[in-house]
């Protein structure tokens, strides 16, 4: 159970991530409308999982802390240390 919490918590944030990116600069993000679906997928499988079946906190915690983590890597990453090195190569041109 592990990987599919991990999986679902990252899809998740990187979901309110496209939300922010197009409030925040009035365009278009290009995962937008797909989040959407992602969102359907958290929102099942927290919903409709066996409820007979107990999530062990430690389980739930080492998911929330990996997914959190490459999260934030996809959110700061290609923003900031990519996009660096993209406008360092396009003054260099």
Not at 23 to 44: K, N, Q, T
Not at 65 to 77: D, K, Q, W
């Amino acid at each position: 159970m592990f990987f599919p919490w991990r999986g679902a918590i990252e899809r998740l944030c990187n979901g309110f991530w496209h939300v922010w990116w197009a409030v925040r600069f009035r365009e278009y993000s290009p995962g937008l409308v797909s989040c959407v679906l992602i969102w359907m997928d958290s929102y099942f499988i927290v919903r409709y999982r066996p409820a007979t079946e107990a999530i062990a906190s430690q389980t739930l915690w080492g998911a929330l802390v990996i997914g959190l983590l490459a999260a934030a890597f996809l959110a700061f990453y290609f923003p900031l240390v990519r996009g660096r090195a993209l406008r360092a190569n396009a003054r260099k041109a």
